[in-house]
């Protein structure tokens, strides 16, 4: 197994481990806030935005951001609507089989296969939102979000 298909399915095996049973208003409040303050800590400044079937119930953006990182979450979570996985799983692939955006017939504009948007996954439902983050490169905008969900997730 090369490195790149080790890395698809660590990134696949994160979809199919960080997923809820039920996801209300608070679960997104909460993650959304842990996610911020996890970034708080490294000293970092991401915006992050959470949505489920199409409302928005978090969004906040940390000093240090501005309205082009509104527009990166747009197109990372238009990737996972699209393909229902997240952009970084998309990147990886697109990077690995020399494909992007542009050659799935996508306009540039309105997705972008970047790390930073994961799929809000409801078990035995499927993707129902995105998880997104912008501010950091995409791996580690999608590494602030998985690691908050393995530690809200591991405690239920």
């Not at 609507?81 to 799983?89: E, I, M, P």
Request: charged share 20%; proline share 2%.
């Amino acid at each position: 197994m090369t490195n790149i298909q080790a890395e698809l399915e660590r990134l696949l095996t994160q979809e199919q481990n960080l997923q809820f049973t039920t996801f209300t208003n608070e679960t997104a409040f909460e993650i959304g806030t842990r996610i911020i303050q996890k970034a708080q800590q490294e000293q970092k400044a991401i915006a992050v935005t959470i949505v489920r079937n199409g409302e928005l119930l978090f969004h906040t953006k940390m000093n240090g951001t501005t309205a082009d990182n509104d527009l990166w979450i747009k197109r990372k979570q238009g990737v996972v609507h699209h393909f229902g996985h997240s952009s970084y799983y998309m990147h990886v692939k697109f990077k690995a089989e020399g494909g992007s955006v542009e050659g799935a017939c996508l306009d540039p504009k309105q997705y972008a296969a970047e790390g930073g948007s994961f799929p809000l996954l409801i078990k035995n439902v499927g993707v129902v939102g995105t998880i997104s983050a912008s501010g950091l490169p995409g791996d580690q905008d999608h590494q602030m979000i998985v690691s908050v969900l393995e530690e809200y997730l591991g405690a239920q």
